[in-house]
């Protein structure tokens, strides 16, 4: 399949809808790009869903570089983008910089939370795609909770104008998160970049969930947004409890689960056994 670029994804507003989700390693990358998914996001979500942290503050930029690295190596079609986590772009040079090794790295695109159109200018400037992010915006967890956003007409307000501020600086596309699907769907009628949305109801033109979270293996406390397709968690925890018994009793391994000598080998085999035996009494 022809590989996907942010100015593909941009082409599909309007067309059909936008297919994304997280992946950090060879494995759920693998099966994302087998399922034919457009965007691979390489997201601060790691901190949780990896490392097993409480939030994505921990996350730094030597993570996520090379956990996209090991993404964008292993697909060919969909888009990868890389997240820059949590102070890796508190300047606009550092954003520049801080997008350069992600692009070094392999990623198609980054992606940056929140309303700093002059930040996504410079790296769009540098020539490298830009996907934008309001709403919940997890870097902001200390100040912000886990809370849904523009709830309230102004705060709504507040919202389109980042929005528009973001498509303006040049980004080809958006993150909505966590934020009523009134708000949204008027957000996607308004700009003419794709929003792709996570807890943002079903008017974006696009959507992304957490490869973890859609399959059921994280532990932690899943989003009430989260559709969950499997819950290979629990297949996962049977299935070992099942190895261990099966080593415990011996049923594991077989014979045809062993490698066996020829049975000339064999014979040679033992006879030097019995020979390096004698020679230690």
Same mark, same amino acid.
């Given at each position: +399949?022809?590989?996907?670029?942010? &100015? ?24 994302? /790009? ?19 942290? %409480? ?20 697909? #060919? ?33 980054? &992606? ?8 996504? =200018? ?21 100040? +912000? ?12 307000? !507040? ?17 909505? %998160?966590?934020?009523?699907? %009134?708000?949204?769907? /008027? ?53 070992? &409890? ?12 077989? !014979? %045809?689960? #062993? ?11 033992? +006879?030097?056994?019995? =020979?390096? &035996?004698?020679?230690? =009494?």
């Amino acid at each position: +399949m022809e590989k996907i670029t942010p &100015k593909k994804i941009f082409s599909l507003k309007g067309k059909r809808k936008i297919t994304a989700i997280t992946a950090y390693d060879y494995s759920s990358a693998y099966y994302a /790009e087998k399922a034919g998914v457009d965007i691979i996001l390489v997201g601060d979500s790691l901190g949780m869903v990896i490392k097993g942290e %409480e939030s994505t503050l921990n996350v730094t930029l030597d993570e996520v570089e090379y956990h996209t690295r090991i993404v964008a190596r292993t697909v #060919s079609t969909p888009l990868v983008v890389g997240d820059l986590p949590f102070l890796s772009y508190f300047r606009i040079e550092d954003a520049v910089k801080s997008a350069g090794r992600l692009v070094r790295a392999g990623a198609g695109a980054v &992606k940056l939370e929140g309303s700093r159109p002059q930040h996504i =200018k410079a790296i769009v400037e540098e020539g490298i795609p830009v996907m934008g992010h309001i709403g919940l915006t997890p870097q902001q967890y200390l100040r +912000m909770g886990y809370r849904t956003q523009g709830k309230k007409a102004l705060s709504a307000i !507040r919202l389109l104008e980042e929005a528009k501020q973001i498509e303006d600086a040049g980004a080809f596309s958006i993150v909505l %998160e966590s934020i009523p699907m %009134e708000v949204s769907k /008027e957000i996607t009628d308004v700009i003419s970049i794709p929003t792709i949305g996570i807890g943002a109801g079903p008017y974006c033109d696009g959507q992304i969930l957490v490869f973890h979270d859609l399959l059921g293996i994280y532990p932690g406390r899943r989003p009430s947004f989260v559709r969950e397709y499997a819950n290979i968690g629990e297949v996962m925890e049977k299935s070992i &409890k099942q190895y261990a018994e099966d080593v415990i009793s011996g049923e594991f391994p077989t !014979r %045809e689960e #062993s490698f066996v000598m020829e049975d000339d080998e064999r014979e040679k085999f033992y +006879m030097e056994v019995r =020979k390096w &035996k004698l020679s230690r =009494k």
